[in-house]
């Protein structure tokens, strides 16, 4: 759900709210393929640091 809007966000909101209802939907602050990166390492049996998570997160930043 990568910058959509509320016509999409709302239905979702209230499918997460039905199963955890104190859950808060915040927007991404890093693009869609770091999860697809951090699964891949995951599966990779590679180490998921705070370091490597950071270099991820720092050139990957969504732009506006």
């Keep these: ?4 809007g ?3 966000i709302a239905p979702m ?3 997460v709210h039905e199963i955890a209802p104190k859950a808060k ?5 890093v693009k869609p393929v770091v999860g697809a990166v951090l699964l891949g390492m995951e599966a990779g049996h590679l180490p ?8 991820l997160n720092s050139n990957t930043k969504v732009t506006q």
Excluded: C, G, H, Q
């Design 48 to 55: 998921i640091t705070a370091d490597n998570r950071a270099a």
């Design 13 to 15: 909101r209230s499918k």
């Design 25 to 29: 939907l915040i927007p991404v602050e």
């Design 1 to 4: 759900m990568f910058k959509t």
């Design 6 to 8: 509320e016509a999409l």
